[in-house]
């Protein structure tokens, strides 16, 4: 049978968790979020979607004829895309920025996020993209799961930190040590084992 479970020794490890998701570059990660808003605007007020999106933009993001807009983006477009797609970003936040409805709405609370980590405006009030060094590891990897994070090593997705009892001891027939895991918590990969262990103790 087995004897009680001894808590004095324990020990915690770490398991990266790869996201069901595509992992998109800066300009997949923009357009993506956009286009979330948009459905979701369309979605919860049809109306208010028709008189402030322009025909532009419905065509751009909803044209079944078009597929991915930017899906073909070379190299030397890149930055002017990232710029155009932070504009419109920008747009669409200060366009609803006092309309409730939208304020409340997750799609928009995501955009005004990625905008956050990914732009900035300049002291001469124009929309600039950071640096790909100066944007987080915590920061949105794809609209689609916007909790997992980045790792350096390990990639984007999360990381579950569990503890379990041991024993030193060898186990025999008459005597059977029950080792339990005592500590379960799923985080984003940015996250540093460093700070794992206050929480599980």
Not at 33 to 60: G, M
Not at 66 to 91: D, R
Request: aromatic letters at 8%; hydrophobic letters at 30%.
């Amino acid at each position: 049978s087995f004897h009680n479970v001894d808590t004095t020794k324990q020990r915690l490890d770490s398991v990266h968790v790869y996201s069901n998701m595509a992992r998109l570059g800066r300009i997949r990660l923009m357009e993506n979020t956009i286009k979330k808003f948009l459905k979701n605007l369309k979605r919860k007020d049809s109306e208010l979607f028709k008189s402030t999106i322009s025909d532009e933009i419905k065509d751009r993001y909803f044209s079944s004829k078009k597929g991915n807009y930017f899906g073909q983006i070379k190299p030397s477009e890149t930055e002017n895309t990232l710029k155009s797609l932070a504009e419109l970003m920008n747009e669409l936040l200060l366009k609803f920025e006092k309309i409730e409805l939208v304020q409340t709405m997750n799609s928009y609370k995501l955009m005004k996020k990625v905008f956050s980590e990914q732009c900035e405006i300049n002291e001469d009030k124009v929309v600039v993209v950071k640096l790909a060094k100066e944007v987080k590891a915590d920061s949105i990897q794809n609209p689609s799961d916007p909790d997992a994070g980045y790792d350096s090593h390990k990639g984007q997705g999360f990381q579950t930190q569990m503890m379990e009892t041991y024993s030193e001891q060898k186990e025999t027939p008459d005597k059977q040590t029950l080792n339990l895991i005592t500590y379960v918590a799923t985080e984003s990969a940015a996250i540093h084992d460093s700070h794992a262990l206050e929480p599980a103790l």
